[in-house]
């Protein structure tokens, strides 16, 4: 309760409005440490809500390989035909390294990362005749086992369960897509949990850049390298889906055995007291965002038709004490510099000024006074 609410229904219930408007005055300079809003440092201001459902995913998405070519673990089965006996035939599986290669017996190493299966069997035909092992072999290649990653997908999504996530279509938005995009009430920011990250030390380019070491509350906007993990103890990495940049850029890989934990939006209710007809507690829209006269409309309005001045009391992280801001109800209807925006938490009070208070005064006289109007 203000100052001014302290000294009201006394003065009213003796009738002295002279000695009323005169303490009225007295305490307008009760107030301190009050900023006021075309002044406002910028560390106070409010920061525009992130709305997760604007995120296009598709177009963040990085690029995938389809699932018909050949990735790092997988392991493929290749026959050799060498045109004589069909038990001089070749038949082996070999798993793809880590290096992208395979290695067959008396053939060599050969590369064959990104390849489908025809365009792998050519590599290997046209290395078996080069490297003087075969004249003319008919080579056939197919998978045996395709390399997959077990992705968890939890929290804000549309179908939270386990993916199997082919490596080369295992990134944050890929996990995120599988689990038919975010739900409703998705913020943007998500956590990565692994038994452990190896963060990936270069900074130069590529579909996973080095980790940022921070924004607030930890939050990257960077990837992880989904080959470089240690066994460390747990940890989480948070992401912000609105920091992630146009073509791919800076969007984590993920390794077999990640949990991606979509947070849910639960802002703090605003508050809206004083001269307004419905004052209360309202929800804050979830990535919406809501300014001083937004506030004032939903509080159904004005009480007082004088009323102009109101606060906000909005605490900030770091800070032990609330701002206080002053707004003018007349200015931010016309100017945008006025009509501050707010952020979930704030308490907004439409505070009384001598004009309203004598206004009140005068309407409680009219209607205690009997058959006497002013």
């Known amino acids: 309760m203000s100052h001014l609410d302290s000294i009201?229904?006394?003065?009213?219930?003796?009738?002295?409005?002279?000695?009323?408007?005169?303490?009225?005055?007295?305490?307008?300079?009760?107030?301190?440490?009050v900023m006021m809003a075309r002044d406002l440092p910028r560390e106070w201001n409010a920061v525009a809500a992130s709305n997760a459902q604007t995120i296009d995913l598709s177009k963040l998405a990085s690029s995938t390989i389809p699932q018909d070519l050949i990735s790092r673990g997988d392991v493929i089965s290749v026959d050799m035909a060498l045109g004589r006996t069909r038990a001089d035939d070749v038949s082996v599986k070999s798993q793809v390294q880590d290096n992208g290669q395979i290695d067959l017996a008396?053939?060599?190493?050969?590369?064959?990362?990104?390849?489908?299966?025809?365009?792998?069997?050519?590599?290997?035909?046209?290395?078996?005749?080069?490297?003087?092992?075969?004249?003319?072999?008919?080579?056939?290649?197919?998978?045996?086992?395709?390399?997959?990653?077990?992705?968890?997908?939890?929290?804000?999504?549309?179908?939270?369960?386990?993916?199997?996530?082919?490596?080369?279509n295992s990134d944050l938005l890929q996990a995120i897509t599988a689990a038919g995009g975010l739900s409703d009430e998705a913020g943007t920011i998500v956590e990565l949990r692994h038994a452990g990250f190896k963060p990936n030390q270069s900074s130069g380019g590529g579909r996973a850049p080095a980790?940022?070491?921070?924004?607030?509350?930890?939050?990257?906007?960077?990837?992880?390298?989904?080959?470089?993990?240690?066994?460390?103890?747990?940890?989480?990495?948070?992401?912000?889906?609105?920091?992630?940049?146009?073509?791919?850029?800076?969007i984590p890989t993920l390794s077999d055995g990640m949990v991606v934990f979509v947070s849910r939006l639960d802002p703090p209710r605003l508050s809206v007291d004083g001269l307004v007809k419905a004052p209360g507690q309202f929800e804050y829209p979830v990535g919406e965002n809501l300014t001083i006269l937004d506030a004032v409309t939903l509080a159904k309005g004005m009480s007082n038709p004088l009323a102009d001045k109101i606060y906000i009391i909005r605490k900030r992280p770091g800070t032990p004490e609330p701002g206080l801001i002053q707004v003018s109800y007349r200015k931010a209807k016309r100017s945008g510099q006025e009509n501050l925006l707010l952020q979930p938490g704030d308490k907004v009070v439409v505070e009384q000024t001598p004009a309203t208070i004598v206004l009140d005064t005068l309407q409680y006289a009219k209607i205690n006074l009997s058959g006497r109007v002013f």
Request: charge should be negative.
């Open 211 to 250: 980790i940022a070491d921070g924004g607030p509350d930890g939050v990257i906007s960077a990837g992880v390298e989904s080959e470089e993990v240690s066994s460390g103890s747990p940890q989480t990495l948070k992401v912000d889906l609105a920091s992630i940049g146009s073509e791919g850029v800076g």
């Open 106 to 168: 008396l053939v060599g190493s050969i590369p064959v990362v990104g390849l489908n299966m025809v365009e792998a069997a050519d590599a290997i035909k046209t290395a078996a005749i080069s490297r003087g092992f075969y004249q003319n072999p008919q080579v056939t290649v197919q998978m045996s086992r395709a390399k997959t990653n077990l992705i968890t997908v939890i929290g804000a999504v549309k179908e939270p369960k386990i993916y199997e996530l082919r490596p080369g």
């Open 8 to 33: 009201t229904p006394s003065l009213i219930q003796r009738g002295h409005i002279a000695a009323l408007v005169c303490a009225l005055w007295v305490c307008q300079g009760c107030a301190s440490n």
